[in-house]
T-cell receptor, first 115, second 113 residues
């Protein structure tokens, strides 16, 4: 089984400033890692995913994340945020063996962009 | 662009009643998963269906059950509704294989009163 911890429940930043949303995971097996975004009253949209290979992963909307196996982290970053980035962000993990466990999500980080 | 659709978008039920939520998977996907997202929480895995059989389940009681049909659409049934079942229910479809991303629907907001 996996567990995912998102270290910040809320992150306020000013528009055009950089942001980092932190995610740590725990697992006894190797995992795939994902970041999803959820806008109010909507479902989840995939931002990016790490399966293997390069530890720096680029996603949509200018987001990127870095997989760090030694620190069991998968932090999400964006160099310059916009008002439209205001949303809830979820980090998720699943065992890489392709099993039927489903995604394990963190509790989410609310990104608040201040003008 | 996700092609997963869920119905209804909202509904209100009374404690003790039964409810059925529906999901139409994205074309080409053969796996569907259901998640419960309580207010202010991350989604919790309920179960997964592949080839019309449940092949993975989270920590949810048997009164949560499901079906997957030959066209890969799916239903989530919840019996004997409790107040704590109030949540956003999300359906996700994928093509079974390593690393395949799951595409989520917009969700069904269930309120139990």
């Amino acid at each position: 089984a996996q567990s995912v911890t998102q270290l910040d429940s809320q992150v306020p930043v000013f528009e055009e400033a950089p942001v980092e949303l932190r995610c740590n995971y725990s697992s006894s097996v190797s995992v795939y890692l994902f970041w999803y975004v959820q806008y109010p009253n909507q479902g989840l949209q995939l931002l990016l995913k790490y399966l293997s290979g390069s530890t720096l992963v680029k996603g949509i909307n200018g987001f990127e994340a870095e997989f760090n196996k030694s620190q069991t982290s998968f932090h999400l970053r964006k160099p310059s945020v916009h008002i439209s980035d205001t949303a809830e962000y979820f980090c998720a993990a699943v065992a890489s063996g392709g099993g039927a466990d489903g995604l394990t999500f963190g509790k989410g980080t609310h990104l608040i962009i201040q003008p | 662009e996700t092609g997963v659709t869920q119905s209804p978008t909202h509904l209100i039920k009374t404690r003790g009643q039964q409810v059925t939520l529906r999901c139409s998977s994205q074309s080409g996907h053969n796996t569907v998963s259901w998640y419960q997202q309580a207010l202010g929480q991350g989604p919790q895995f309920i179960f997964q269906y592949y080839r019309e059989e449940e092949n993975g389940r989270g920590n949810f009681p048997p009164r949560f059950s499901g079906l997957q049909f030959p066209n890969y659409s799916s239903e989530l049934n919840v019996n004997a509704l409790e107040l704590d079942d109030s949540a956003l229910y999300l359906c996700a479809s994928s093509f079974r294989g390593s690393g395949t991303e799951a595409f989520f629907g917009q969700g069904t907001r269930l309120t139990v009163v």
